[in-house]
Structures are given as C-alpha cells and as structure tokens.
C-alpha cells in the first residue's frame, strides 16, 4: 500500500504547536503552583495550646523541624500543632525535592489582658527645661552671637543644672545664667540628649535690654543690661490621652498608641521618670475638615498618680501601674488578637466622653494590612456609632489609645485620624503591642530538617 507522508512544512508546524501547547500547559501549571505558594504565609504565630491548619495542595509537601510543633496531615494539607514555646522553620517542598518556600512559625504563650479606656494625663519629667530653637544676640561691639549654638547645645536638649543648680523652669535659667554673666564666671551646663548626659561650658554674652527688646520682642526692665544664651526653651508640658490595655499579673501597660513628639522640635520625647494619672474629661472640641478636634480633660497631678513610665516609643508609652483601673464591661481578661486573626468587619471601641466613665461604640474595621513585622497603621477604622458622630464628630485627639475589641479579642488601638475625613483613622495592630511589650517574645533555636509528610 502506498503510504503518504506529510510534507516537512507540515511536519515542523505541528512540532511547533506541540512545543507551544506543552509551554503553556507548563505556564498555566507554574502560575498555579506560584498562587498556592503565594497564599501560603511566610510567618505564622501560634498562641501555646491553640492548633492551625495549613492548606496544601499536591503535590506539595511539608519538612518538619523541631519537637516542639507536630504536624498532622489531613486531606489538602497539614495541621499544625505547637507543643512548646519556640520558633520552628518548615519547608514547602515540590515532590519532596524542590524547595519552594520557608515557613517560620513561632508559638507563643496565651496572653490576656483587660481592655483599657480610661482617660489619663501624662506627666513628663519635671525636671528640665527643653531647647527649641537657637536666637542671635548682638553684642557691645554691634557683632551678633550664637553662644549656645556654637558651644554644641542642640533643639530637643534638655537642660537639667545650671553650674550645679537644678533648674525646671525658664525664669530660672533667666536668673541662673544673668548671675553668673555679671559674675564674670563660665556657666557649666547639664543637658540630656538622647537618654545620655552631656556638659556643655560656655560664657553668657552681655546686651542691652533695649536691643533685645527688639530682636526678640521682651519687655525691658529697670536695668540696662543683662546676659543671654540666645536659645529659645520650653517647660515640659503634659496631655491627656487613652489607656490601651493592661496586663492583670505584672501590671505592664500600654497607651496612646503612638510616639509621644515635642511639636517644637519634631524629636520623641524622653519621658523616662514621668508618669500617667487619672483623669476626666470635661467636654468635647469638635473639629471641622482639616482640624482634628480634641478632648477637654483635667487631672490633679501627682495625687493621682495610677504608674509610671518606662518608654516611649512607635507604639505609645509603656510602663507599669500601681492601681489597677477598672473596665466595667471586662470582668476578666480577653485574649490578644494575633494579626492574621483580625478581619474587616463589625467591632467596639472603648473611651471616656464625660468624665470617668468608659463606653462601648460601634466601629467597623474596614481594611487590614497584612505585616510581616510590627509597624503602625495596620487597621483602617470608621467610626459608625450615630451617638459618637453626634458628640465628637469622629475621632478626635485624646481618643489615641482607645482599644478595639473583635469577636471579644484585643484587635488593636485606635492612633492617628483621618484630616480630611474625621470618621475615620488608623490602628495598629495589638499583637504589635503586646509584642513590643516583650510578652511575645519566642525562644529562637537551631533546627534542622529531618522528616517529610506528604
């Protein structure tokens, strides 16, 4: 029989669809492999005693490490179960060949803490004053002088002695520094500046109490002459803002929910030895678009005195209380959302809008960020409660600290506003919180891989 054979143009065009068809069958099977790998989280937390499932599609599989996680597998991937505190690395494998992806889990204890809501003033150091910014003075022979500028003395300083003296106001670094220019003698000054002691010498210079009237807009008095620095100070001030959380065993607590700043010198403030009181709240300043408004608060000062602190940073002030305040709808404490557990959707924000008394208000989260490490920011927040737009018109300032509470979890904090919306504002996250408190911190160990499950 005669055979025919198609001509090798053909030939080689059906090669060629062959080779096509089998990239993309092989494209289509690598996007699909890099989705269900994408989705696989990088870091998982575990809280101590609480299992998590793990989809896994074939054929991928799962190294385990450490003793202290089991992993169980089940139709479409693996249950992890955290036997001990620790981290644990775990590897996604293709066909138990291919590394593809490293899994870090850590397990962590079961923290609770009692949701926070009450109003406090803070109280900075007494002591010192602080620099915010340097002024020429012109001197006898018409030059002008910057003597604390040039002697190293830098805005966000804070002056603590004066040739010994300790000083915490500015009429006392007035009078300090004009006694010691008329005594001819060299101020010796300590200032902190960034947690550290420094000591700074230098010579007050001598003006005329008329020309610094002028340069700098003082009043004169009866003498013709008196002695400057030529910097510009502030006392330390104090505020009002909102209790996040506390927990019951060491009495750690956090608030505000972000950095407390000097506006002078846009440095963060160092609040070592200061301390939080109790407070009420005598009204609300509505704001309008662009102008956030704010809580009218007062407290009586060291009287009330309810803890310390300890540190200022990102997240808010942490230190520790000496009486416990208490949160009428918590009886005990909650659990601690871990940031993959919180969601979009219904939750309560807890704050004083008249006097001492906390309130429960609806608030939707609308988005979450998903971080891989702590950062601010980490919730979107709209206020929904009719009878808090009513009051407040949103969020205002000394709302910062508020806690949010999902699915009777500790969800986040409330932190910044929206400027151009007041119904809404940021939130960062809590296990970010409790994490920067050093309650989440996971003994780390060398592991190996040893066995697969597939």
């Not at 002591?127 to 830098?154: E, F, T």
């Not at 309130?359 to 601010?376: K, N």
């Not at 969800?411 to 506003?417: D, E, N, P, Y």
Request: proline share 6%; charged share 20%; aromatic share 6%.
């Amino acid at each position: 029989m005669e055979q025919h054979h198609p001509p090798d143009g053909n030939r080689q065009g059906f090669r060629v669809q062959v080779i096509q068809r089998f990239l993309v069958f092989a494209l289509v099977c690598l996007a699909a492999y890099s989705l269900t790998v994408g989705g696989i989280p990088s870091r998982i937390t575990l809280i101590e005693g609480n299992a998590r499932e793990v989809q896994l599609g074939r054929p991928l599989d799962l190294r385990r490490t450490a003793s202290g996680l089991e992993l169980l597998p089940f139709e479409g991937g693996v249950k992890l179960v955290p036997l001990s505190q620790g981290e644990s690395s775990l590897e996604v494998r293709l066909w138990d060949l291919i590394p593809l992806k490293r899994m870090v889990v850590s397990v962590v204890p079961d923290i609770r803490v009692f949701p926070g809501g009450q109003s406090i003033g803070v109280l900075l150091p007494s002591r010192g004053v602080v620099v915010i910014g340097h002024y020429p003075l012109v001197g006898s022979d018409g030059h002008s002088y910057y003597p604390a500028r040039d002697a190293g003395i830098q805005v966000g300083d804070v002056i603590l002695r004066i040739n010994g003296q300790t000083v915490n106001s500015k009429s006392q670094i007035e009078r300090a520094i004009d006694d010691i220019g008329r005594a001819g003698a060299q101020a010796e000054i300590s200032i902190l500046r960034n947690s550290k002691k420094i000591t700074v010498r230098l010579k007050p210079i001598a003006i005329s109490r008329e020309k610094l009237s002028e340069e700098v807009h003082m009043p004169t008095d009866e003498r013709d002459t008196t002695y400057k620095l030529g910097i510009w100070v502030r006392e330390n001030a104090a505020g009002v803002g909102t209790l996040s959380f506390y927990h019951p065993d060491s009495g750690l607590y956090c608030a505000l929910g972000h950095v407390i700043t000097d506006t002078s010198t846009n440095r963060d403030m160092d609040v070592a030895s200061g301390m939080i009181v109790a407070a009420q709240i005598l009204g609300i300043h509505q704001g309008s678009r662009g102008q956030p408004g704010e809580k009218i608060g007062s407290f009586s000062g060291e009287e009330d005195i309810i803890g310390t602190i300890d540190r200022n940073t990102r997240f808010g002030i942490f230190g520790r209380l000496n009486t416990m305040p208490l949160n009428p709808y918590f009886r005990e404490p909650i659990p601690v959302a871990l940031a993959d557990e919180v969601a979009p959707g219904p939750a309560h924000l807890y704050t004083v809008l008249q006097e001492d008394m906390i309130e429960r208000f609806d608030v939707e989260i609308q988005r979450v960020t998903r971080q891989a490490s702590p950062q601010i920011k980490g919730l979107v927040i709209r206020i929904s409660d009719p009878r808090l737009l009513s009051v407040t018109g949103g969020i205002v300032q000394g709302m910062s600290g508020s806690p949010i509470i999902q699915n009777n979890k500790l969800a986040g904090v409330l932190t910044h506003v929206f400027v151009s919306d007041q119904t809404r504002g940021y939130g960062v996250l809590a296990e970010w919180l409790v994490r920067d408190a050093g309650f989440l911190e996971p003994q780390h160990e060398s592991l190996s891989i040893s066995e697969s499950l597939s």
